[in-house]
């Protein structure tokens, strides 16, 4: 009796362990897009990490991107994977004195790196400080809207992903989703990224962004000159950032970053760090440089100076 | 003509030799007290060319106003007058705002041919030099201009690059630069997700 009744339990648990597998199987399957699985959905949820794909894989995940973002934006989308070019560590120098606050950077790089226009996403933010009490951020204004700049009295800073050599934020990663390649980038990959939104915690200069939605950014003023891990378009949930133009600046010649290339003051300063002939290194070596919150030895490669 | 080149020939070596007492005269440079004595005698040095004398800077066209340039083709005919004087018929628009009490006109552009500027040298140099006449005054900023550090380079950063000439950013006659109106002020985080129906943004 005893027997048979221990005998039934058992029978029982195990019907009950097979129920639960193929309850989870079938929750699993249902979650998986089967309505409209294209074999693009398939690939892109068994894709591994970027710095785990060989080259054929890479290729084919490029071929998949590009594939996807030309039918979404009616024109040819080219996605590449360029990598750091050796002997290269990029540094970025911003002059201060110079800088007027005519946010003509921030808009120069939601159009070369496709931001989403709505909800609106900027990478670069620039702050409106006095004069008199200096970088203190609890004066900041960010809102500032004066008919004209600069503003007596007032000073400007823009602020961007400092690119630090201990970076904060790749350690916080949960899935090592984003990391620091050899050239000093700091990048995300968007399709490993789960938006868990920790690295935008540890971020002490507040530099990268979050898809709370899928962006809207209008196929005309797509740019489809793309990077793996620059300015692809993003999917929902994932978090962004600047990558000094990836896409322009490791191409050999490699342009300015756009920033840079639009400021009609002249204030964006870049190059190479490791080049003593580059104006980055004229500029640390021959100016007033500081670089922002020094003490949490973040280390940006990221310089502010003051030319006069 | 035997006599006339031996003329020729020992004049030469004349030359060649007073050249070589006035190169060492001028090697060294003697000073002397009030009776005479010699207190302190300096060699002085050699003027040494730049490294970067003479290499041009890649720049585009000068932003002349609208159908001034050649300046000739209204100058050509006209008697230059070097006198200092307040313009009346012609460039009257122009208003010194650079030094004006030390200056006019002339100190830059050049008496004889106006389709060039002058250094205080005396040298002539084309307008899409300008960076040297500029730079008589401003060799701080004109060195930072050089490598790149003052004014803005475009092109690429491990490959050409393209410069923009002082005039491009400042108004010679009126340098200080001009403000501008800001783009948009990002939106609000509590209007973002009414951002849509977001009204303009506002002056404040």
């Known amino acids: ?308 | 003509m035997k006599i006339y080149v031996w003329r020729c020939l020992s004049l030469a070596i004349g030359l060649v030799a007073f050249g070589a007492v006035v190169v060492y005269a001028a090697e060294v440079e003697k000073y002397f007290d009030r009776h005479g004595t010699l207190i302190v005698q300096e060699k002085v040095e050699k003027y040494k060319r730049r490294a970067d004398e003479g290499t041009t800077y890649p720049v585009p066209p000068p932003p002349f106003s609208e159908d001034i340039f050649p300046c000739s083709d209204c100058h050509a005919d006209m008697e230059p007058n070097p006198q200092r004087r307040e313009l009346v018929d012609m460039h009257e628009d122009i208003v010194l705002n650079h030094a004006e009490g030390q200056r006019w006109c002339l100190d830059c552009h050049n008496l004889d041919d106006r389709d060039t500027l002058r250094l205080i040298s005396g040298e002539v140099i084309p307008f899409t030099e300008s960076y040297r006449l500029c730079g008589q005054c401003h060799g701080d900023k004109l060195r930072d201009w050089k490598v790149g550090v003052h004014g803005k380079r475009t092109g690429f950063w491990n490959g050409e690059k393209q410069y923009l000439l002082c005039a491009h950013c400042h108004n010679p006659h009126s340098p200080s630069f001009k403000p501008l109106q800001p783009m948009p002020a990002p939106v609000r985080p509590e209007n973002l997700d009414r951002q849509g129906s977001q009204a303009a943004p506002t002056h404040n």
């Not at chain 1, 970076?167 to 050239?183: I, L, R, S």
């Not at chain 1, 789960?194 to 898809?211: D, E, L």
């Not at chain 1, 007033?288 to 973040?298: A, G, P």
Request: proline share 6%; hydrophobic share 30%.
């Open chain 1, 1 to 308: 009796m005893c027997n048979e009744s221990s005998h039934d339990k058992h029978a029982f648990r195990k019907s009950r362990r097979k129920v639960l597998k193929g309850l989870a199987a079938g929750i699993g399957a249902l979650a998986l897009p089967a309505t409209n699985a294209s074999a693009s959905v398939w690939e892109a949820f068994f894709q591994k990490n970027f710095r785990e794909l060989n080259k054929t894989e890479l290729n084919q995940v490029l071929a998949r991107l590009e594939g996807e973002y030309s039918k979404e934006y009616g024109k040819q989308v080219t996605v590449k994977a360029t990598l750091p070019i050796e002997g290269v560590k990029y540094g970025y120098g911003l002059d201060l004195s110079r800088c007027i606050g005519c946010r003509r950077c921030v808009y120069g790089c939601v159009e070369e790196n496709n931001q989403s226009r709505e909800p609106e996403i900027q990478w670069i933010r620039v702050m409106q400080l006095d004069k008199e009490k200096g970088v203190d951020l609890s004066h900041a204004e960010h809102y500032y809207n004066p008919p004209e700049v600069p503003q007596e009295g007032k000073f400007y800073m823009p602020v961007q992903c400092q690119q630090c050599e201990n970076p904060p934020c790749t350690k916080v990663c949960p899935v090592q989703a984003t990391w620091k390649e050899n050239d000093g980038i700091v990048v995300v990959d968007y399709n490993w990224c789960i938006g868990c939104r920790y690295c935008m915690a540890a971020c002490p200069y507040s530099a990268r962004h979050f898809n709370w939605a899928k962006g809207k950014l209008p196929k005309e003023e797509m740019n489809p000159d793309t990077h793996y891990l620059g300015n692809r378009p993003r999917p929902v949930g994932v978090v962004e950032k600047c990558t000094f133009c990836i896409q322009r600046t490791r191409e050999q010649p490699g342009r300015y970053p756009a920033c840079a290339e639009v400021c009609p003051v002249g204030a964006r300063k870049f190059g190479n760090m490791l080049d003593p002939k580059s104006e980055i290194r004229y500029l640390i070596e021959n100016k007033r440089v500081f670089i922002f919150k020094e003490d949490l030895n973040t280390q940006p490669k990221f310089f502010y100076f003051y030319a006069t």
